[in-house]
């Protein structure tokens, strides 16, 4: 393993590929998982402009089985055909499971797993250490590590430096709390030269300027050529015309996504209901998100008219 080489390659935009469901029995639709891989990468998302995540909580993860994570995984990693990189979710309550998902991520291909704290209990910080160390151990693949402070436990500075003890430990998905800005800011400029951080909290001007190498995008699934020009802004160091961009596109997905989540909870409803409205295979969320395509279609179909998005399909 290559952990320099898997650092490398851990840049651009982060996109979760969104799991879709036939409609009649809400059974996975692995050949529409596999078109929408092939639009990402024809809009531009391939290796040094992106990175793939399959089974993330865009990607349905909480309401699949163990078995149905491994063959999306294996869906993305094959349609993806080695022309993009592909990291797999591993988030879990428990570590016998998170040891199972390393070693299928590994066999399957992948580059990464995403490891996040175990949830439903407040697990402590040494817990968390105790939790990735078993990862790092199962398998031969990069991880990456993301801090969802929501969910249970956060990740301080201090644990960022322990865990870089691992030599598997690549990237760091990084967020922190509203009142912490000033730990998001010490973390990036202080670990981004060991580890590849990924911004996971839409400030992407300032923590590439730090040195952050990867972006969280889920406009990318709608239009991932938008997400690959962004990029680019942000590499040729043009931040001002970067942060309008985000201003006049992300702003107001982010937008509607939060006036949606006042309706359901989950993630990913927002990508899926954009990707049908620019023509797409899509689908509803499994339940226990409830379905948003009727009571925001309209609202959504306005928004990206407005941001520009090539594509939207007229009402019928």
């Known amino acids: 393993m290559n952990t320099t080489a898997l650092r490398n390659r851990l840049t651009g935009c982060y996109v979760t590929i ?6 009649d029995d809400l059974e996975l ?6 078109r929408h891989v092939r639009f990402v990468r024809e809009g531009g998302i391939q290796t040094g402009t992106g990175v793939l995540l399959a089974g993330g909580a865009a990607g349905d993860f909480s309401t699949l089985t163990f078995e149905e994570r491994l063959r999306v995984a294996e869906t993305v990693v094959e349609a993806a055909d080695g022309k993009v990189p592909v990291a797999m979710g591993a988030q879990t309550t428990s570590t016998r499971e998170l040891i199972a998902l390393a070693g299928a991520a590994e066999r399957l291909g992948a580059d990464y797993i995403q490891v996040s704290a175990p949830f439903y209990f407040n697990h402590t ?3 968390f250490y105790e939790y990735v160390q078993a990862a790092a151990e199962a398998a031969n693949i990069g991880i990456i590590v993301y801090n969802t402070y929501w969910t249970s436990c956060g990740l301080p500075p201090e644990l960022v430096e322990r865990l870089l003890a691992f030599p598997n430990f690549v990237g760091l998905k990084w967020s922190v709390p509203d009142t912490g800005r000033m730990v998001f800011e010490q973390v990036v400029s202080r670990f981004s030269s060991r580890v590849s951080i990924m911004d996971n909290q839409n400030r992407y001007v300032t923590s590439h300027i730090l040195g952050a190498r990867a972006i969280e995008l889920h406009v990318c699934n709608h239009w991932p050529a938008w997400g690959v020009r962004l990029w680019k802004l942000l590499e040729e160091r043009k931040y001002e015309e970067a942060q309008r961009e985000m201003v006049r596109v992300a702003l107001p997905f982010l937008m509607l996504w939060a ?6 909870g989950g993630d990913g409803y927002l990508d899926k209901l954009c990707m049908e409205l620019v023509g797409l295979g899509s689908s509803r969320c499994r339940p226990p998100t409830r379905d948003v395509r009727e009571r925001f279609r309209e609202k959504a179909r306005h928004m990206l008219i407005q941001c520009g998005v090539p594509g939207v399909v007229a009402p019928a």
Do not use: N, S
């Open 18 to 23: 969104p799991t879709m469901f036939r409609d």
């Open 259 to 264: 006036e949606m989540e006042q309706y359901t």
């Open 125 to 127: 910080q040494e817990d």
């Open 29 to 34: 639709d692995l050949d529409a998982v596999r």
